[in-house]
């Protein structure tokens, strides 16, 4: 159980400060069982390390790159990126420490294929397909590898497990990183609900509503700097939320208390550029019926339990309640809840202390894959030196669990957690 003294329960939020910014955000829907996309070679070339490098086109919006090691192992690894703003450019860009990564799994011998998706966003949909679409320009020009692994950071890490659960009998392992292991449904409960606690406590703030968020708003640096002034000056509310079961911000220092509550908040004002075109308008959570309760495994002082359940009785009073849509719903289950009936060996990575997708997916997923009787099918790794952050994960560490998958597959002997 992580503790923190009184008196950095009193302080800590009056000296955060934070100058991250997660982007975020944007719609896509398409098959992964459907391989109609065109292809188109655009470049060949090649360099110390890669015999050969081919980048090409796959349909709207989307581009790839397969890498091809001077030293073929035989293997290749399908690559699948993090969530990108709708706002920002479509694709091949480094991202999550991916060309650190690629580079040293080259040097052991691993092809890596790797492909933008047609649109950025909470785009599970494309980015499976995108990433299954791989497999067969990778195979037309340089033939079947004796296995194919699946690698993917946070949405990415999502559309891996899809593809792993869909098609086991194409792809031989799956390392998912700083991933929504949880599901889309998990995530979303955790930002609108974190969402629906700051209106209480801090009311007027943000437009729109936490079931509703405003289309085309973007949290900029002012409003950033107007919530960090009001926990400042009522730190009892964000305390309180980092108490609370439904909302458990993952922190280790008071700054970084605050820079998990305006990750959530960021990534509930930008869906409405991105869930809400798939939803009919509206976030697939209901909070109707919902009682908010302390927290079990964190306290944050100088909160004490029994103050904490007094708070958060007047909230279950007091709080405004909101409806799901139905066919919302349904769309957050389709994209995508991984079942927990692993087909494939699977390895886990992620900061205990993640900032935009807690670590509760996880244990989340941990029961799924033991009440599906595949734990023999499961690694999870949480190393706590890796410490607080989203996909901060050391790329030694990253290639790490996919040379232990690699040895996984071919001798059929489970790593260590």
């Known amino acids: 159980m992580r503790t923190l003294t009184a008196a950095a329960g009193a302080l800590f939020v009056l000296t955060a400060c934070t100058d991250h910014q997660s982007r975020i955000a944007g719609p896509g829907t398409n098959n992964p069982n459907d391989p109609g996309a065109t292809t188109s070679i655009v470049s060949e070339t090649s360099t110390d390390l890669w015999a050969s490098v081919v980048t090409g086109e796959t349909g709207p919006g989307s581009s790839y790159a397969l890498y091809m090691p001077r030293q073929w192992n035989g293997m290749a690894v399908f690559y699948a990126h993090g969530?990108?703003?709708?706002?920002?450019?479509?694709?091949?860009?480094?991202?999550?420490?991916?060309?650190?990564?690629?580079?040293?799994?080259?040097?052991?011998?691993?092809a890596i294929a790797y492909s933008s998706f047609s649109e950025n966003g909470f785009a599970v949909e494309d980015a499976a397909r995108r990433t299954h679409q791989l497999r067969g320009l990778f195979a037309s020009?340089?033939?079947?590898?004796?296995?194919?692994?699946?690698?993917?950071?946070?949405?990415?890490?999502?559309?891996?497990?899809?593809?792993?659960?869909?098609?086991?009998?194409?792809?031989?392992?799956?390392?998912?990183v700083c991933g929504v292991v949880g599901g889309t449904q998990l995530q979303?409960?955790?930002v609108v609900n974190v969402r629906a606690l700051f209106d209480?406590?801090?009311?007027?703030?943000?437009?729109?509503?936490?079931?509703?968020?405003?289309?085309?708003?973007v949290m900029d640096l002012a409003k950033r700097n107007q919530i960090i002034a009001a926990v400042s000056t009522n730190p009892m509310g964000m305390l309180?939320?980092?108490?609370?079961?439904?909302?458990?911000?993952?922190?280790?220092?008071?700054?970084q208390m605050v820079e998990s509550l305006l990750n959530a908040l960021f990534y509930h004002?930008?869906?409405?550029?991105?869930?809400?075109?798939?939803?009919?308008?509206?976030?697939?959570?209901?909070?109707?019926?919902?009682?908010?309760?302390?927290?079990?495994?964190?306290?944050?002082?100088?909160?004490?339990?029994?103050?904490?359940?007094?708070?958060?009785?007047?909230?279950?009073?007091?709080?405004?309640?909101?409806?799901?849509?139905?066919?919302?719903?349904?769309?957050?289950a389709k994209n995508f809840t991984p079942s927990g009936a692993l087909k494939l060996p699977t390895i886990t990575l992620h900061n205990r202390w993640d900032r935009l997708v807690p670590s509760f997916h996880e244990?989340?997923?941990?029961?799924?894959?033991?009440?599906?009787?595949?734990?023999?099918?499961?690694?999870?790794?949480?190393?706590?030196?890796?410490?607080?952050?989203h996909c901060a994960i050391p790329a030694a560490a990253q290639v790490?669990?996919?040379?232990?998958?690699a040895s996984w597959v071919e001798t059929g002997v489970k790593p260590n957690n």
């Open 141 to 176: 020009r340089f033939g079947q590898p004796s296995r194919s692994l699946l690698l993917g950071h946070s949405l990415g890490a999502l559309a891996v497990m899809k593809l792993a659960e869909q098609f086991p009998g194409q792809y031989d392992g799956a390392v998912p």
């Open 363 to 389: 244990d989340t997923l941990a029961k799924r894959v033991s009440d599906a009787g595949a734990t023999n099918l499961l690694v999870q790794r949480r190393n706590p030196a890796w410490g607080y952050g």
């Open 83 to 110: 969530i990108r703003d709708v706002l920002d450019p479509v694709g091949l860009q480094d991202q999550d420490g991916y060309s650190a990564i690629r580079d040293q799994l080259g040097a052991l011998g691993f």
């Open 269 to 332: 004002t930008r869906g409405a550029d991105n869930v809400l075109t798939f939803v009919n308008g509206k976030f697939p959570v209901s909070n109707v019926g919902v009682t908010y309760s302390p927290r079990g495994n964190l306290i944050v002082p100088p909160l004490t339990l029994q103050s904490v359940s007094a708070i958060l009785g007047g909230v279950n009073l007091q709080i405004s309640r909101f409806e799901a849509d139905r066919s919302a719903a349904e769309w957050a």
């Open 200 to 217: 209480h406590f801090y009311p007027g703030i943000l437009p729109g509503s936490p079931s509703e968020p405003v289309p085309g708003y």
């Open 188 to 190: 979303l409960d955790y």
């Open 240 to 255: 309180t939320i980092a108490s609370t079961a439904q909302t458990p911000l993952e922190f280790t220092t008071g700054p």
């Open 400 to 405: 790490q669990a996919i040379t232990d998958l």
